[in-house]
């Protein structure tokens, strides 16, 4: 049986509309519409607007759980957890690790997906391990390597093809190889923790590559005789920037650069948060590594380089100020493929719902 939620705003990738009805139909959602039919079961949520959900595409760990940890109930703990930051599918993101520790990964997580119960799995991301040393961040350079299609071919054969992306640097030996036959698999190739020329990130480009690491982090910079990975993110169209929008990784007026030169439709909001999200501060692990989390900062111990943020405890906050905006291509643009990329996933969209307001 049809039901219909009421609220005050129904926000579109491209327009909202006022105050109506939403079908739901099964699992999906139906049609708008001004009226709902005479005797219709009603969901009430006046004085809300309702919101397709979060998507992060970049995510090591919450609550508590990462994907280093390998068992199942990380998934279902993730899976869980992220709906109370209004986050309804995600990529859960493995580190650079050995090749049998990420098999193992990819067992283990497709053996579990479409189990979860709550945020949906749409895949599997390796963010590594084909790096390159001068930019690991907190990457263990002892796994890392050059690529190899023999490894892809059995992470896919073991994730059943859940692996939908991978990440390495355009530096490495025979990256434009791999590239061509990843993308040719369906594996979406990504740029990052990488030395790379500009040109050397160019080919990477030609070849299939299309996301960038979480640009800025992680990557040679731009110079004006060396163009760098971050003029390479700049320059080159059809790529889309991953950006870490914490206020810490990324300065407010770099990231405001990045939009112009990207466009705002190929930029998209990630949070690379780990288990120590949406806890208090203290001692962790990343994969392999101690971190110490202070203020809501996240560093190696023994170090001062910021490696996360506690970015899920503002996502409240930005979800309101997103939905307290009025939708123009300035306000809205960025986080399109965040908040919006789950219409064009083949999955249904889920809501999160915020009080209407325009003050935060």
């Not at 990975?229 to 920037?241: E, I, K, Q, W």
């Amino acid at each position: 049986m049809t039901k219909y939620i009421k609220a005050d705003e129904f926000y579109y990738p491209y327009h909202v509309k006022g105050a109506g009805y939403l079908a739901i139909e099964g699992d999906s959602f139906g049609d708008w519409q001004a009226e709902a039919p005479h005797g219709a079961d009603i969901i009430d949520y006046t004085g809300f607007s309702v919101a397709p959900g979060l998507v992060d595409t970049h995510i090591h760990g919450f609550a508590g759980v990462d994907v280093m940890d390998n068992h199942q109930e990380v998934f279902e703990t993730m899976s869980q957890a992220l709906l109370g930051a209004g986050v309804t599918s995600f990529l859960p993101t493995a580190l650079t690790a050995s090749f049998e520790t990420l098999d193992d990964i990819c067992r283990t997580a497709a053996d579990f997906a479409g189990k979860e119960s709550g945020a949906r799995i749409q895949g599997l991301f390796f963010e590594g391990p084909y790096f390159t040393e001068k930019y690991k961040g907190a990457q263990n350079p002892s796994y890392m390597k050059n690529p190899s299609t023999a490894e892809l071919d059995q992470w896919l054969d073991s994730s059943k093809g859940l692996l939908k992306k991978i990440a390495l640097a355009p530096e490495r030996g025979e990256v434009e190889d791999f590239i061509d036959y990843a993308t040719r698999k369906n594996v979406i190739v990504a740029l990052g923790h990488s030395d790379a020329t500009y040109q050397q990130a160019a080919q990477a480009v030609e070849a299939g590559a299309s996301v960038w690491v979480h640009a800025y982090n992680g990557m040679r910079g731009l110079n004006h005789r060396e163009p760098g990975m971050v003029g390479a993110v700049f320059n080159l169209p059809n790529t889309y920037a991953e950006l870490i929008c914490d206020g810490f990784h990324v300065r407010p007026e770099a990231c405001q650069i990045l939009m112009r030169e990207k466009g705002t439709d190929h930029v998209v909001l990630i949070t690379d948060s780990m288990r120590a999200a949406g806890l208090s501060d203290g001692e962790y692990y990343l994969g392999e590594f101690p971190v110490i989390v202070k203020d809501g900062l996240f560093c190696l111990f023994g170090s001062h380089s910021l490696i996360f943020t506690k970015l899920y405890e503002q996502i409240n906050v930005l979800l309101s100020l997103l939905i307290g905006m009025r939708i123009n291509d300035r306000c809205l643009g960025v986080s399109r493929p965040l908040l919006f990329s789950a219409t064009s996933s083949g999955v249904p969209m889920m809501i999160r719902v915020a009080k209407s307001s325009s003050k935060i």
